[in-house]
C-alpha cells in the first residue's frame, strides 16, 4: 500500500508543472501528451492469444508469444506513468490463469519477473514500483487473487482522488474491476426468513450494512460497490464529451480510432459487466457496421480489429441466449471470414471464434455442423504455423500427436526417407492415440 502512494504522489503533484492530469481520453503527460495506449492494447492482445492457443492445446506457439511479449516491455517502464499501475494488475491475473493451466510456460516469471529485473536496473532495487512487482511475482499462490483485488482497489481509489473518474481509461478500469472482483466473486449473502426471530441491533457500521444486505431482495444489492447506472451514465458524458462536431463531421468522428475505443470500452461494459443486453447490443451492432470494412481492408492488429471482435462475441452471445441459432452463426462465421484473412494475431482471434461455434453447436447438438467448423479451424491454425491441413484429417483439438505429428492421418502422412505420402490405413493402434 504504501508503494503503492509513493508512485502515485509522484505523477500527481499538485501545482507542479511536473504533475500529470486527465482529459476524457485518458492520462496526460506533464508536457501536455495524451499518453498512447498501444503499448498496453498489444500487451493485452497477446495475452489473449496465449489464452486462445492453450485452449486447442498449442503449447509451442503460445510459448513464442509469450518470448516475444517479455522482450517488448521495456517500454512498459521507461518513461512510468500512472496507467501503468492500473494495467500490472490485471496483468498479473491474466498471467497467473495461464500458469494454472499450463505451468510450462512460468507466465509470471517470464514477464512480470523479467519487468522486475527490468525495473531494478532503471529505478533501483528500493524504488516503489521494484517493490510493488516484487509483491506481485513473488506472493504465494493461496494469497494472490486477494493481494490483486486489494492492490488494484487501492490504485483505482487513489487515482480517482487525483484525476476523477470522468474519463475512458478510469471508466475502464473501473469496469475491469468490477468484471474480475465484483461479479464472479462476490460475497454469498445468508438470506433470513420474514419472520425470523428478532435479533440485537447491530453495533458497527458494517454490520448493519449487512444486516441490511440480508434483509434485501438479491437484485437490489450493488455488486461491490459498483453503481451500474451510474458507470453507464458516465460512459455515456464521455462519449459525447469527447465528440467536437466542429472539429470532426459525425461520419468521420464515427470512424475514428478515438470513437471506436471509447465504444469498445463502453459496450463491454454495458453487457458483461452492467448486464445491460439493450445498450451493448445497440453498440456491438454500430462498432462493426462502423469498422467492418476497414477490418477487412487493412487487416492487422489494430484498436478497430479488437473492437470488431469483441462487438461480435456481444451481438453472438445476445442471440445464442435468445435461443436464435441463425443469427447467432452468421455472426460468427462473419467474424471468422473476416479475421482469418489478417495477420498472426487476427487470425488467432478466428481461432477464437471458431472453438466458440464448435462449443456452441454440440451444446445444440449440431455434431455435424460442429466438425464442419473444426475442419475450418484447422485450416486457420494450419495457416498460423504455416502448416498445409489435409481437408481429410480430422485431427483430436487436445490431441498434440494429431495436429503436430499427423502420422496417423493416411493422407498426411509423410515417408522420411522417400518423401512421398503412405496411403495405408489406420492401425487399431493409431487410432486409440486420439
Known amino acids: 500500500m504504501y508503494s503503492i502512494h509513493q508512485f502515485l504522489a509522484s505523477m500527481f503533484i499538485g501545482g507542479s508543472q511536473h504533475s500529470w492530469s486527465a482529459n476524457q481520453f485518458g492520462f496526460v503527460e506533464p508536457d501536455g501528451t495524451e499518453l498512447q495506449h498501444d503499448k498496453w492494447s498489444l500487451i493485452e492482445s497477446r495475452c489473449d492469444s496465449i489464452s486462445i492457443l492453450l ?20 517500454t512498459l517502464i521507461n518513461p512510468p506513468d500512472p496507467l501503468f499501475l492500473g494495467k500490472i494488475w490485471r496483468l498479473g491475473l491474466v498471467l497467473r490463469g495461464l500458469d494454472r493451466r499450463a505451468p510450462q510456460l512460468q ?7 523479467r519487468l522486475r529485473d527490468i525495473c531494478r536496473g532503471l529505478h533501483g532495487i528500493d524504488s516503489p514500483i521494484s517493490a510493488i512487482l516484487n509483491c506481485v511475482v513473488e506472493v504465494d499462490e493461496i494469497d494472490f487473487t486477494p493481494t490483486m483485488r486489494l492492490g488494484f482497489r487501492e490504485t483505482l481509489a487513489i487515482l480517482d482522488h487525483n484525476v476523477q473518474d470522468e474519463n475512458i ?32 441491533p447491530p453495533r458497527t457500521v458494517r454490520g448493519a450494512a449487512r444486516k441490511q444486505a440480508s434483509e434485501a431482495s438479491p437484485h437490489e444489492r450493488l455488486r461491490d460497490h459498483i453503481q451500474k447506472d451510474v458507470l453507464l451514465f458516465k460512459f455515456d458524458q464521455v462519449w459525447h464529451e469527447c465528440y467536437d462536431p466542429q472539429h470532426l463531421p459525425p461520419g468521420q468522428w464515427r470512424e475514428s480510432d478515438a470513437c471506436i ?3 469498445h470500452y463502453f459496450a463491454y461494459a454495458a453487457f ?17 457496421k462502423d469498422t467492418r470494412d476497414s477490418v477487412k481492408t ?6 478497430k480489429a479488437m473492437a470488431f471482435g469483441v462487438a461480435c462475441k456481444i451481438i453472438a452471445t445476445a442471440h445464442r441466449r435468445n435461443g436464435d441459432i441463425e443469427k447467432c452463426e452468421k455472426v460468427l462465421k462473419d467474424a471468422i471470414d473476416v479475421l482469418s484473412c489478417g495477420d498472426q494475431t487476427s487470425r488467432i482471434k478466428a481461432v477464437d471464434m471458431c472453438l466458440t461455434l464448435v462449443s456452441w453447436r454440440r451444446e445444440w447438438g449440431d455434431l455435424d455442423g460442429s466438425q464442419e467448423v473444426e475442419r475450418w479451424l484447422l485450416m486457420i491454425q494450419g495457416s498460423i504455423q504455416g502448416i498445409a491441413m489435409c481437408p481429410d484429417c480430422r485431427p483430436s483439438l487436445k490431441c498434440n500427436k494429431c495436429f503436430e505429428n499427423r502420422e496417423h492421418c ?8 522417400k518423401g512421398v505420402q503412405d496411403m495405408q490405413e489406420l492401425t487399431p493402434e493409431a487410432t486409440q492415440d486420439c
Open 55 to 74: 485452449r486447442c492445446n498449442q503449447i509451442v506457439p503460445a510459448q513464442e508469444i509469450l518470448r516475444e511479449l517479455s522482450c517488448g516491455l521495456y
Open 272 to 288: 458483461w459487466v452492467c448486464e445491460k443486453t439493450l445498450i451493448g447490443m445497440k453498440l456491438a451492432h454500430d462498432i462493426i
Open 107 to 113: 507466465a509470471i516469471s517470464t514477464v512480470l519477473g
Open 298 to 303: 487493412h487487416p492487422g492488429l489494430s484498436v
Open 410 to 417: 493416411p493422407k498426411c502422412r509423410t515417408s522420411k526417407t
Open 261 to 263: 475505443r471509447i465504444s
Open 169 to 200: 481509461m478510469m471508466l475502464n478500469l473501473w469496469s475491469t474491476y468490477a468484471q474480475y472482483f465484483s461479479k464472479p466473486y462476490v460475497k454469498f449473502v445468508k438470506r433470513k426468513f420474514i419472520n425470523a426471530t428478532p435479533d440485537n
